[in-house]
């Protein structure tokens, strides 16, 4: 190899020049990653400032504001039922249509990924398709199958001697019906982030299990579980983001798009992101509605996922230390 | 494709996939695949039918003719009038907010992928923690917002906010961090090239698989976004087509037939892009879930 050699003043020169460079190229990174900040600064952080501030007033969105301190979270807290059944329905919902989909997701991932089964990909599109679908159209196509007299599912129960099921009508059975169409919808979304993860566990790690003597079950709970748990932990966290917004399905199913009181009888289907929604939109009039009502309750909404991800996370972290 | 499991080994096959295993998982699994695809052949036969056809017993299980005689109905006056002009709608914001997606979140993966700047770091958590942050958070103050900006009844509130967004960026800062070489900006830049004429003459081709998942993510979820748009659009004519169908609930609640064909255009094509494309496409819905 030649050997160069610099006078000292020559290197010096030499690393400004760089220096330069790349001080010039990181002024274009800067503009590279401008735009999300940019945009996430007018339209992500300011509102989440905004909705606090307004959380504290009283506004029905035209006349000027009115400064209520903490007065309608106190409110939401000690006299609004509506608020707390919503609240409590939007829980029964995340809990009922979480727990089957993300274990039903899980048991179609371990099959499909067992080695034994052909068709993978056929299987793996068709149980993915119903997540494709647009949620309104979908609360269109189940009100109709979920129909009392004339509906598919009533008309195929009655081959097996059940009675005549009333699902979106009755109180007991809203409920379930919404937990079906988003078990339906979603399951095949938690089954592909499930197999990803199954197929980015190194093999090498269960020949090795093998050689050692490990037995199937061995493998399952040491190995394979273990290695799933940061996608499981994702999977149940983005569900807990997710359903606590439950919007989208239960409005089609349960009634009430344009002025009309939604979710159902008794509010059962009643959400607490349509109870928001309808609050600052809808309800104009009121002291339990308006803008700065609403935003106190999108702040319970948010303590509400912060505590439930906080307490999985804390749960999931004792298990692995017990391990 | 990775065929990894515990299964691999010999012993372990003969053990646990005999015949009668074999016929019970491929029963299980059919049965969730029928259990799948079941409501969508339904649509498309009811989309056939008068309703005075659909209610009754048995209900209809094949195509009927009605077909045209639902597609009048449905764009009579008192029905959906404009429901071309929302299906041409749900197109153009859809589209023009996935291009501008494809663009700005490829170029901020970039910046983040293959430079060193100071606050690289920093900033980058920040935008891992925005993905967190509930979108209920934001949905009242951002309407004030957009009535601020005059963007009602526009497709402003559809398009801008979220062009640069956190997830696509990070799914595209994954993508060129592993697929990209330095050697090769570094070649373009001995040679003189502008940085941004790198990202769009030499980093765009490369990345176009990664672009084509993202692509088809955001234009879907787009096409099925409900609630915003029924927040900001009021006038039929600036209707999308979420927005519109749940109108012709309102509007036509007893005419079955009707609203599931209304619903079967709003889901076959983007059901016909997912099939020719399955692959890409979960491939884009798994970043960020695995590492």
């Given at each position: 190899?030649?050997?160069?050699?610099?006078?000292?003043?020559e290197?010096?020169?030499?690393?400004r020049?760089?220096?330069?460079?790349?001080a010039?190229?990181?002024?274009?990174?800067?503009?590279?990653?401008?735009?999300?900040?940019?945009?996430?600064?007018?339209f992500?952080?300011?509102?989440?400032?905004?909705?606090?501030?307004?959380?504290?007033?009283?506004?029905?969105?035209?006349?000027?504001?009115?400064?209520?301190?903490?007065?309608?979270?106190?409110?939401?807290?000690?006299?609004?039922?509506?608020?707390?059944?919503?609240?409590?329905?939007?829980v029964?919902?995340?809990?009922?249509?979480?727990?089957?989909q993300?274990?039903?997701?899980?048991?179609?991932?371990?099959?499909i990924?067992?080695?034994?089964?052909?068709?993978?990909?056929f299987?793996?599109?068709?149980?993915?398709?119903?997540f494709?679908?647009?949620?309104?159209?979908?609360?269109?196509?189940?009100?109709?199958?979920?129909?009392?007299?004339?509906?598919?599912?009533?008309?195929?129960l009655?081959?097996?001697?059940?009675?005549?099921?009333?699902?979106?009508?009755?109180?007991?059975?809203?409920?379930?019906?919404?937990?079906?169409v988003?078990?339906?919808?979603?399951?095949?979304?938690?089954?592909?982030?499930?197999?990803?993860?199954?197929?980015?566990?190194?093999?090498?790690?269960?020949e090795?299990?093998?050689?050692?003597?490990?037995?199937?079950?061995?493998?399952?709970?040491?190995?394979?579980?273990?290695?799933?748990r940061?996608?499981?932990?994702?999977?149940?966290?983005?569900?807990?983001?997710?359903?606590?917004?439950?919007?989208?399905?239960?409005?089609?199913?349960?009634?009430?798009?344009?002025?009309?009181?939604?979710?159902?009888?008794?509010?059962?289907?009643?959400?607490?992101?349509?109870?928001?929604?309808?609050?600052?939109?809808?309800?104009?009039?009121?002291?339990?509605?308006g803008?700065?009502?609403?935003?106190?309750?999108?702040?319970?909404?948010?303590?509400?996922?912060?505590?439930?991800s906080?307490?999985?996370?804390?749960?999931?972290?004792?298990?692995?230390?017990?391990? | 494709?990775?065929?990894?499991?515990?299964?691999?080994?010999?012993?372990?096959?003969?053990?646990?996939?005999?015949?009668?295993?074999?016929?019970?998982?491929?029963?299980?699994?059919?049965?969730?695949?029928?259990?799948?695809a079941?409501?969508?052949?339904?649509?498309l036969?009811?989309?056939?039918?008068?309703?005075?056809?659909?209610?009754?017993?048995?209900?209809?299980?094949?195509?009927?003719?009605?077909?045209?005689?639902?597609?009048?109905?449905?764009?009579?006056q008192?029905?959906?009038?404009?429901?071309?002009?929302?299906?041409?709608?749900?197109?153009?914001?859809?589209?023009?907010?996935?291009?501008?997606?494809?663009?700005?979140?490829?170029?901020?993966?970039?910046?983040?992928?293959?430079?060193?700047?100071?606050?690289?770091?920093?900033?980058?958590?920040?935008?891992?923690?925005?993905?967190?942050?509930?979108?209920?958070?934001?949905?009242?103050?951002?309407?004030?917002?957009?009535?601020?900006?005059?963007?009602?009844?526009?497709?402003?509130?559809?398009?801008?906010?979220?062009?640069?967004?956190?997830?696509?960026i990070?799914?595209?800062?994954?993508?060129?961090?592993s697929?990209?070489?330095?050697?090769?900006?570094?070649?373009?830049?001995?040679?003189?090239?502008?940085?941004?004429?790198?990202?769009?003459?030499?980093?765009?081709?490369?990345?176009?698989?990664?672009?084509?998942?993202?692509?088809?993510?955001?234009?879907?979820?787009?096409?099925?976004?409900?609630?915003?748009?029924?927040?900001?659009?009021?006038d039929?004519?600036?209707?999308?087509?979420?927005?519109?169908?749940s109108?012709?609930?309102?509007?036509?609640?007893?005419?079955?037939?009707?609203?599931?064909?209304?619903?079967?255009?709003?889901?076959?094509?983007?059901?016909?892009?997912?099939?020719?494309?399955?692959?890409?496409?979960?491939?884009?819905?798994?970043?960020?879930?695995?590492?």
């Open positions: 190899m030649a050997t160069t050699t610099f006078t000292v003043a290197q010096k020169a030499q690393d020049r760089t220096r330069r460079k790349e010039k190229r990181n002024v274009w990174a800067y503009v590279f990653v401008a735009p999300f900040f940019f945009l996430y600064s007018i992500g952080l300011f509102p989440l400032v905004y909705g606090m501030w307004l959380s504290l007033h009283q506004w029905d969105g035209i006349s000027p504001m009115k400064w209520v301190g903490f007065l309608n979270y106190i409110k939401l807290f000690t006299v609004d039922d509506i608020w707390w059944q919503a609240i409590s329905n939007t029964w919902l995340f809990v009922g249509a979480t727990i089957p993300l274990l039903l997701a899980m048991i179609l991932a371990f099959i990924n067992s080695g034994y089964i052909r068709f993978k990909d299987f793996r599109a068709a149980y993915f398709m119903p494709v679908a647009s949620a309104v159209a979908v609360g269109i196509l189940f009100s109709s199958l979920f129909g009392l007299q004339y509906g598919m599912f009533n008309f195929f009655s081959f097996f001697g059940v009675e005549k099921i009333d699902w979106l009508g009755s109180a007991f059975w809203l409920k379930p019906s919404i937990i079906m988003t078990v339906w919808q979603w399951t095949g979304y938690s089954m592909i982030i499930f197999l990803a993860g199954l197929q980015s566990i190194n093999p090498e790690l269960y090795a299990a093998r050689v050692d003597g490990a037995d199937t079950n061995d493998v399952f709970w040491k190995i394979t579980m273990p290695l799933m940061p996608v499981i932990l994702f999977q149940v966290v983005t569900s807990i983001i997710g359903a606590m917004q439950n919007f989208d399905i239960p409005v089609m199913l349960a009634g009430g798009t344009q002025s009309s009181a939604p979710g159902g009888t008794d509010h059962a289907g009643l959400t607490a992101m349509m109870q928001l929604y309808w609050s600052a939109f809808k309800y104009n009039t009121g002291s339990k509605s803008f700065g009502y609403a935003s106190a309750m999108s702040f319970i909404l948010f303590f509400i996922i912060v505590t439930f906080y307490l999985y996370n804390r749960a999931n972290g004792r298990n692995l230390t017990e391990d | 494709m990775a065929t990894t499991t515990i299964t691999r080994n010999r012993r372990g096959r003969d053990r646990f996939a005999g015949p009668v295993v074999m016929t019970f998982l491929y029963t299980f699994l059919a049965v969730f695949a029928l259990a799948s079941f409501p969508f052949y339904y649509m036969v009811t989309a056939t039918y008068r309703t005075v056809d659909i209610l009754r017993i048995p209900p209809p299980i094949w195509f009927g003719s009605a077909l045209m005689q639902n597609y009048n109905q449905l764009l009579e008192g029905s959906l009038p404009y429901f071309w002009t929302s299906v041409y709608n749900s197109v153009a914001i859809a589209s023009v907010h996935t291009i501008a997606v494809l663009f700005f979140c490829s170029l901020a993966g970039y910046g983040f992928a293959k430079f060193r700047f100071p606050g690289r770091e920093g900033m980058f958590t920040f935008l891992l923690a925005t993905l967190m942050v509930p979108g209920a958070l934001g949905l009242i103050p951002s309407f004030i917002v957009m009535r601020a900006l005059h963007w009602i009844e526009t497709w402003y509130p559809l398009i801008v906010p979220g062009m640069a967004n956190a997830f696509g990070f799914w595209m800062r994954q993508y060129i961090e697929a990209i070489p330095n050697e090769m900006m570094d070649a373009a830049r001995i040679d003189g090239a502008k940085e941004f004429r790198i990202f769009w003459a030499i980093i765009l081709p490369v990345i176009a698989p990664a672009l084509g998942a993202l692509a088809i993510l955001t234009f879907m979820g787009k096409w099925n976004e409900f609630q915003f748009p029924l927040l900001i659009l009021k039929q004519m600036t209707y999308t087509l979420p927005v519109a169908l109108t012709l609930r309102s509007l036509r609640g007893t005419e079955i037939g009707v609203q599931i064909l209304g619903s079967s255009i709003a889901i076959v094509p983007i059901l016909t892009v997912f099939v020719s494309a399955s692959r890409q496409f979960m491939s884009g819905l798994t970043a960020g879930a695995v590492k």
